[in-house]
């Protein structure tokens, strides 16, 4: 199944839901609830609560993260936002400004 692809020129201003991959090199504002990988590319913007079960930042969020596996904000990412997830990596060099529930039932 092939990565949905949000360009380096696209805003979204709304929802995006669904069963596919999701790499965003373009601005997202709204929400994001996608059952599969999340991949925020080092120019990709989102002001947006995410919902899914992993997530890869190397851009920007603001907004709120819950990940039903995993959240990963690499070195050169930046969030603000708090995160709920039971695997969290958070690279040196990393920006994040929140709180994390890594609360396992």
Partial sequence: MADTL?????TIDGEISGDAPVTIE?????????NALVTVAENGVVEADVETPQI????????????????EIASIG????????????????????GHID???D
Avoid at 26 to 34: E, F, H, N, S, Y
């Fill in 102 to 104: 890594m609360d396992v």
């Fill in 56 to 71: 890869a930042v190397s851009g920007q969020v603001t907004g709120n993260i819950v990940a039903t596996e995993r959240v």
């Fill in 6 to 10: 949000i360009g380096p020129n696209i």
């Fill in 78 to 97: 930046k969030m603000v936002g708090d995160i709920k997830a039971p695997r969290i990596l958070i690279a040196d060099g990393a920006g994040f400004k």
């Fill in 26 to 34: 373009g601005t997202v504002k709204g929400r994001i609830a996608v």
